[in-house]
């Protein structure tokens, strides 16, 4: 109950602030279409655990596990963007209050036992959703799409988290999977073009892991083919992906030390895992050198010819967003 009372607290004062600082009329409902308000996305820089809509036509965003110094910084980023407190109830450890800001009107209804906060923004309101892609930076981490990454069907998905890699001056970000999150045998067709894994990602994967507004972020992407080093093959054509793995050169560019290129498969911290890349028969490897797949030869009497005997490696997706 005691952070209950400082959360209040904590929003009585932002209202303070304004109240002090407040000058003029806000702007009429009638030169607003659509009012910017503050969103949890933009503090916990993840998207919501939960979105539903409802039959008044308000859109609902639930967070799960918001700790006492995560809301705080909300109630600082409302005071930020200019907003107005309205009346609040608290009953059972439950904090509820409107929070409006011109002529845009939202919910806010905190647990403080379940740490959850569930915040519904009314017609003619939206949340700031493009601070989640403007504010990435260069080795950030960032929450996008969710996937079973510990493969315990009765818990559901895991939200995945992703490194930030590279920014272009459009905006666009390469992020790549922070954890190993699945594994794989080497590709059946050799090549990245022809590749099981590759048909596997966007595929079942990316309609798996990313909703409908999640994809509308995901950028196509060129991706040129490349050999192992010392090895005369042909890696095969230029594919254009929605998801893909880096090639060895990719990583060895963004993750420039061999110890930055060392992986845990999720939920593994102790472990750290090899992980395919896109350059034909090629991974890296536990210490973060790259590798060539393929062991020792060995006799197959069905083929009659020796054939390479390769292994699993793990699987860290890259996308690119905006």
Request: aromatic share 10%; charged share 25%.
């Amino acid at each position: 109950m005691k952070k209950l009372l400082c959360l209040i607290t904590a929003l009585l004062l932002f209202a303070a602030a304004l109240t002090a600082s407040a000058g003029g009329l806000p702007p009429s409902a009638d030169t607003l279409l659509v009012v910017e308000m503050p969103s949890m996305s933009a503090v916990v820089m993840r998207e919501a655990d939960q979105i539903s809509e409802s039959k008044d036509g308000s859109t609902a965003y639930i967070y799960r596990n918001i700790d006492h110094e995560t809301f705080v910084a909300f109630s600082e980023r409302l005071n930020e963007m200019g907003c107005e407190l309205g009346a609040y109830t608290v009953k059972d450890n439950v904090l509820n209050t409107v929070v409006t800001k011109g002529a845009g009107t939202m919910r806010i209804v905190y647990d403080n036992s379940s740490l959850t906060c569930m915040i519904a923004y009314a017609p003619g309101a939206c949340p700031e959703e493009t601070v989640l892609i403007q504010g990435y930076a260069v080795g950030d981490i960032v929450v996008f799409g969710a996937y079973d990454q510990d493969h315990v069907e009765s818990n559901g998905k895991e939200p995945i988290e992703w490194i930030v890699l590279d920014k272009n001056e459009n905006d666009e970000y390469l992020i790549i999977s922070k954890y190993v999150i699945d594994s794989w045998s080497a590709p059946d067709g050799f090549t990245w073009e022809d590749s099981s894994l590759r048909y596997w990602l966007n595929g079942a994967f990316y309609n798996s892991a990313f909703t409908e507004d999640e994809k509308a972020r995901i950028l196509t992407t060129h991706l040129d083919p490349e050999s192992f080093p010392g090895y005369d093959a042909d890696p095969g054509s230029a594919t254009d992906d929605k998801v893909f793995l880096l090639s060895a050169t990719e990583a060895e560019k963004y993750f420039e030390q061999g110890s930055d290129r060392v992986c845990y498969p999720f939920g593994d911290p102790d472990n750290p895992g090899n992980w395919r890349v896109r350059t034909m028969d090629c991974c890296i490897d536990v210490d973060g050198t790259a590798i060539h797949t393929a062991g020792e030869k060995k006799y197959n009497s069905v083929l009659d010819t020796y054939v390479y005997i390769y292994f699993q490696a793990g699987v860290r997706p890259a996308v690119r967003i905006r």
